[in-house]
């Protein structure tokens, strides 16, 4: 026989997969490549044969907190490996839905392109957008028309409350429920911050109304993220790179005290201080 006809023999039959082409030169054609070779692992390789959507979900929640950590660090040869590995879990939870007959990656891939193009009237059609504010204005107003029942509606309920409050905000401004100016913003922080400080302000600690201060604390930190939101900051990136900042800082610290045969639990904060200033300095 010959060798390519048994070369594909094998492949229908399963018993061992075509080996893929090399490097696709084109987008198209890599994408046709990566599809290619998910339908291999799908048919072919035990544990890709026992995923579901379910078994993946965790994963691409990890892949995704990955992508974040590549972008934060800037990262670039990170990122595209990252990116790689959620297009991998996007095939793969097509591939799933074509076995149920429920959608493939053709009407992944139409579903949205349509939507694009029916939220950007002002690309596809006669509607007038001269800025940001108002694409994301008429963006919002079209998912209304589509069936949504509320401008919050498209708020997953289980993002992290920080990332949560600047999108409840974001699409709140979509529609025209916003501030006019920062200085009202930032009085409004100052407003909950002696709120805050008030629930506090007792003789007794035990007299503290914990549950109210909770709610006091709560509002303090949604009008600071609307605040930086006024600014161009944002505060879930802002608080990450203290998290790094910090966690920098306090393992030079611990660097610095096993150099000099100090255990951190036996210095006093003045001590520690010292190598906690010589890292801020660095």
């Known amino acids: 026989m010959d060798y390519r006809l048994k070369i594909l023999f094998l492949h229908k039959t399963a ?24 339908d291999d692992l799908r048919t072919n390789c035990p544990w890709d044969m026992k995923q579901t959507m379910q078994t993946l979900r965790h994963l691409t929640i990890e892949e995704t907190y990955e992508l974040s950590d590549a972008i934060l660090a800037g990262d670039m040869t990170e990122i595209k490996k990252e990116l790689g590995d959620i297009m991998l879990h996007l095939v793969f939870y097509a591939r799933i839905g074509s076995e149920t007959n429920d959608f493939d990656i053709t009407a992944v891939l139409n579903g949205i392109c349509d939507k694009l193009i029916n939220r950007h009237p002002h690309i596809y059609s006669d509607t007038e957008a001269n800025n940001e504010e108002e694409v994301k204005r008429n963006w919002e107003k079209i998912k209304l028309k589509e069936g949504n029942k509320s401008v919050l509606g498209g708020v997953p309920a289980s993002l ?7 999108r409840i905000q974001e ?38 109304d ?7 604390f709560g509002d303090l930190l949604f009008s600071l993220i609307n605040y930086a939101r006024f600014i161009n900051i944002n505060p879930e990136d802002a608080l990450e790179k203290t998290n790094r900042k910090f966690i920098k800082r306090f393992q030079y610290l611990e660097q610095k005290a096993n150099e000099n045969g100090r255990n951190l639990q036996d210095m006093t904060l003045a001590e520690m201080d010292v190598f906690w200033n010589e890292a801020k300095k660095i």
């Open 15 to 38: 018993i061992m997969p075509l080996l893929p082409p090399p490097s696709a030169s084109t987008a198209a054609t890599a994408f046709e490549r990566l599809l290619h070779i998910m």
């Open 160 to 166: 992290p409350a920080l990332v949560k409050a600047s």
């Open 171 to 208: 699409k709140a401004r979509g529609i025209g429920f916003d501030w006019e100016h920062k200085h009202q913003v930032w009085e409004k922080v100052e407003e909950e911050m002696q709120e805050f400080r008030d629930e506090f302000n007792v003789e007794d600690a035990a007299e503290i």
């Open 210 to 216: 914990h549950e109210k201060a909770e709610g006091e």
